[in-house]
Structures are given as C-alpha cells and as structure tokens.
C-alpha cells in the first residue's frame, strides 16, 4: 500500500457516505432554486394574466373627441375591424373637452390591463407647449405608443357669399384690410388654429382668430357668414364643398388629395413652404405589458389593411398609415420637435 503523506489521514470509513451526502444536499438545493424560480413566474402570471385569455371582456376605446368628427368616424371603423377579430365589443368612449386633455387624462389614469386604449392626434405633443405645468400628465411618461392610424390633410375652406374664393384672394383681403378678415378653430393651441397660424406667418398677413368647442359650430358660423375661413378635416369640409356651401380654397398637404384633385396645395395657391398634415394615433396606459401592446399594433395593423376600410378612408381623404410600437414613438417625438419649431415662428398662444 502507498505510503500517506505526512500529516494526512487515511479516508476513513464514513467518507462515501459524506459523498454522497453533499450530491444529495446539491440537488436538493438546485431543485429548490427550480421551484423559488418557478413560484415567481406563476406568480407574474397571476399579476397579468395574459395574455392568452385576453380579451375576455370589451375593451374601452376612449376618443378625446366629439361625436360624429372625422376623428369619431375613423376610430368606430377601425374599431369595427378590430371587434371582429378580437370577438369582444371595442366600446368608443367620446370624451371631448380641453384640447384633447380631458380624454387622454382619462388613458393615463387607466389600468394598463390592455382593456383601455385612447385615441390621440397631433394635439398630444401640441399641448405641453401650450399648456405645461397644467396637464396633470407626460405624454412620454404616462403612456404606452400602440399605433399610428392616418395622417390627414385638412381643407381651407370659405363662405362663397362673404369669404375669398382663393388663397391668393384670402391674402389680398387681409392685406387690403388688416384686422377685418376672421378665421375659425376649435380652439387655442389645436392644430386647426396652429395651421392657420403658420399660414398668416408665412404670408404676413393679419387674421382675426374666432375660437370654437367643435367643428360643427365653426363649420356653421363660416356656412353662415359669421365668420370668413377655417382649416378643417376633408371628411367635414370636402361635402360643403361639393354642394356648394362652402368654397374650397386648398389642401393643406404636400400633395393634392386624390378625392379632390382640382383644388390645389397651399404650396401651389402662392406660400411654397406651405405643408401641414394632422395625424391620429393609438396609445395605452404606460403600464400596459408589452405583450399586449404588441397584440393591440397588430390588430390595428391588420384592420387597417381591410379592403373595405381602406375605401372608407379614402372616401374620407385620410390616408392610413400604420406603424408599430417603437416608430410611432419615434415619429411623435419628430413631429414635437417640428411643432416647437412652427410655435416660435408664429408665437401661437394656447388657452
């Protein structure tokens, strides 16, 4: 037998047993990590039980809008869409009121279980510049990008009797009588007054600003006479043009609309740098797991790939325009910037 070194001892007759002692206290304590780690995620799954029993219930589509506007119109299509491949209700909750603020106040106060989302246009990045500290929320904070919709250009439009029929002839009667000519919005810090705003900038002509709480009633006051012009939406504009009510000076976009081709850009009727496209969105509550907001993009996506949604757009000169989750937030955060830029043209004021 070989000799031990000196100073150690012989293994004595319980070593194996230790051996196998210690292999057993390892796989115990492995097995014990196994269940600690698989308490936690059934117990995440309990706090959000997803996704795959959801939506189990309607889900509340909250439009800070009107009923009956462009942006009513397009959210119950789209949620038609999505309704029937969910299988659940989509609910439009009309929360008009503030400039957006009091419905998309009503998206960030939401539970972020997926059965809540909002309908935002331009006026989401609009309002910190013109309200700041007041808005009770961020809207990079407090909210989870789901979607881009349509991006929609609007229409100038003015009284046949009393109005202009033309850009050009918009500008020479400002010109001819500063002061006296007056336009219609729905109000302080909304992309309707902002595009007339950078209108009357790039022209340097002086415009007298008649607020309104809707489309509907400046669209009535500039029918009547009250007042002389507006930007409004093609879908509430377009059909006063076509009987007559209304006189169609120009398109607000880059582009010519292709349901009315024969009324010209801003750009073409004489300001060049002329282009202003308004844009409606879809956002959840900032808690809102990203799983579900993954699911919620792509049945927008698939609802605005629908043949018969895409005439229906059209008939309301919006052009769709679906993005997923991380784009829409890039191209919200690119249209605040370009929006700050326009304000400190302009120095448009909000409320």
């Known amino acids: 037998m070989a000799a031990h ?75 038609k869409r999505m309704s029937d491949s969910l299988g659940q209700p989509i609910i439009i909750d009309n929360r008009p009121g503030a400039s957006t603020i009091i419905g998309t106040e009503a998206v960030a106060r939401a539970p972020g279980d997926g059965y809540t989302i909002g309908l935002v246009t331009d006026s989401h990045v609009l309002n910190p510049y013109f309200f700041g500290q007041k808005l009770s929320y961020d809207w990079r904070k407090d909210f989870a990008p789901v979607a881009q919709l349509v991006s929609v250009p609007f229409i100038l439009v003015a009284n046949p009797k009393t109005g202009p029929s033309t850009v050009k002839g918009l500008i020479e009667a400002a010109r001819a009588r500063p002061g006296k000519i007056t336009y219609a919005s729905i109000g302080n810090g909304t992309p309707h007054y902002l595009a007339m705003e950078w209108l009357r900038a790039l022209a340097n002509i002086d415009l007298v600003h008649v607020p309104y709480k809707g489309v509907a009633p400046a669209l009535a006051d500039v029918m009547g006479g009250q007042v002389d012009v507006m930007f409004t939406g093609m879908s509430t504009g377009l059909p006063q043009v076509r009987n007559g009510r209304l006189n169609g000076l120009a398109v607000s976009g880059a582009k010519r609309s292709p349901i009315a081709p024969d009324i010209p850009t801003v750009a073409e009727a004489g300001l060049p740098d002329f282009a202003f496209m308004t844009w409606y969105g879809v956002v959840a ?6 799983a579900l907001v993954a699911r919620l993009s792509e049945e927008i996506r698939r609802a605005l790939q629908s043949p018969d949604l895409q005439k229906q757009l059209a008939e309301l000169g919006v052009e769709p325009a679906p993005s997923g989750p991380e784009a829409f937030a890039r191209f919200m955060e690119e249209e605040s910037v370009k929006y700050g830029r326009i304000i400190k043209l302009t120095g448009a004021k909000g409320e």
Do not use: C, N
Request: hydrophobic share 40%.
């Open 5 to 79: 070194r000196r100073g150690s001892q012989p293994p004595g007759p319980d070593a194996g047993r230790r051996r196998s002692l210690g292999d057993a206290m390892s796989i115990a304590r492995k097995w014990a990590r196994a269940a600690v780690a698989l308490g936690l995620l059934l117990g995440a799954h309990a706090a959000h039980p997803v996704h795959a029993e959801w939506p189990d219930k309607p889900i509340r589509f909250i439009v800070p809008y009107p009923a009956g506007g462009g942006t009513d119109i397009v959210a119950r299509a789209v949620g």
């Open 285 to 290: 509550p900032a808690s809102t797991p990203p």
